[in-house]
């Protein structure tokens, strides 16, 4: 972005009533104005430019290796004007490393993409902690419980009841396998005398 002697001017205006306040004139307000107007125009139209470069600048990476003279310019302008080379404009220069500008665009791609993941790593390089207040809950009743509420209980294999071992009392010793005998089987009723026959057999008297 250039500026020309006018707009100079009015600049050198702005930044003096900035530095030291003083009654601005109407006609210095107006020009004011129409620079900030004009930067912000400036700067749209940068943007829209710089769009269509990188458009055709995947246009001509496309169409590589028959378009690589066309490319490397086109990469070569877009990294002047802070475009970051991705990884398909890395893998490109690697095809094309052959070509002496190709070879030097692509040491200066693969610092910028250094430069970029050690900035990535360097903003999330601190790991979240837990606090020492927090880690403490385990000990606490119901502490385990809440840590592990979100996960899914663990089902127990069906099978079949009658072959699960069967609870041990701990006063009375293993359960007996048959069923406790009831008083009736400990002690059973005694039974009643036959009543004697109503005609006994008379004995033979001895001859």
Excluded: W
């Excluded at 390089?125 to 880690?135: D, F, L, W, Y």
């Excluded at 809950?137 to 509420?149: F, I, K, M, V």
């Excluded at 059973?188 to 036959?194: S, Y």
């Amino acid at each position: 972005m250039a500026f020309g002697a006018q707009e100079l001017r009015v600049l050198r205006r702005a930044l003096a009533l900035a530095l030291h306040p003083t009654p601005a004139s109407a006609e210095d307000v107006q020009d004011c104005l129409r620079l900030a107007e004009s930067v912000d125009e400036a700067a749209r139209e940068g943007a829209r430019l710089r769009a269509f470069l990188l458009a055709d600048l995947a246009r001509y990476r496309a169409a590589l290796p028959g378009t690589a003279a066309g490319y490397l310019v086109l990469l070569e302008e877009a990294l002047g004007s802070g475009y970051r080379p991705d990884p398909d404009d890395l893998s490109a220069l690697r095809a094309l490393r052959g070509n002496p500008t190709a070879a030097a665009l692509l040491d200066r791609c693969a610092t910028l993409a250094d430069q970029d993941v050690r900035t990535r790593l360097a903003g999330c390089g601190t790991t979240p902690t837990v606090p020492a207040s927090r880690t403490r809950l385990t000990a606490l009743p119901g502490g385990l419980a809440a840590l592990s509420a979100s996960e899914e209980p663990v089902k127990k294999p069906a099978g079949n009841p009658a072959a699960e071992p069967r609870p041990q009392s701990p006063a009375k010793g293993p359960r007996p396998d048959r069923p406790i005998p009831t008083p009736g089987e400990v002690f059973p009723p005694k039974r009643k005398p036959a009543p004697p026959p109503a005609n006994p057999p008379q004995q033979l008297a001895a001859g």
